[in-house]
């Protein structure tokens, strides 16, 4: 099993970061990033905190256990979501109305979102839903 100074290195090279841009990132030198990945020094929960917000998984740091990444996602349905987004341009055509695509692209995603929770799910289920968001 890796160390947690081990992992700290994993992460910088794979951000492709030597050791002064990363230690920059949560505002120390490249010596103390150096103490940090050969294990002489612990990095605080401060300095954890902001290479954090960079994009650093800290878990995987920490534990040795890689937080999930959005990538490993279930994929979006499509076939769904396009009979989410046909009934909601249905609905707006039967009308008469004329939403701006931020509106249609969120009511949509709302949608698409809850019926995707849903064991099964028809045309009239989506049609139903869609009435109850349009009409609140």
């Not at 109305?97 to 989506?126: G, M």
Request: aromatic share 8%; with cysteine; hydrophobic share 40%.
């Amino acid at each position: 099993m890796t160390t947690l100074s081990e992992r700290l290195k994993e992460e910088r090279n794979r951000l492709g970061l030597n050791q002064t841009d990363f230690g920059s990132l949560a505002g120390v030198g490249k010596t103390t990033q150096i103490n940090y990945e050969s294990g002489s020094r612990t990095p605080s929960a401060d300095y954890l905190a902001a290479i954090f917000k960079h994009g650093v998984d800290i878990q995987y740091i920490v534990t040795g256990i890689a937080a999930k990444k959005v990538c490993e996602r279930e994929p979006i349905d499509a076939v769904l979501f396009l009979k989410v987004i046909d009934a909601l341009e249905k609905l707006a055509s039967d009308s008469k109305k004329r939403w701006p695509t931020q509106y249609l692209a969120t009511t949509a995603l709302r949608v698409y979102n809850f019926l995707i929770k849903e064991e099964t799910v028809d045309s009239e289920k989506i049609e139903r839903l869609l009435q109850l968001v349009v009409n609140n």
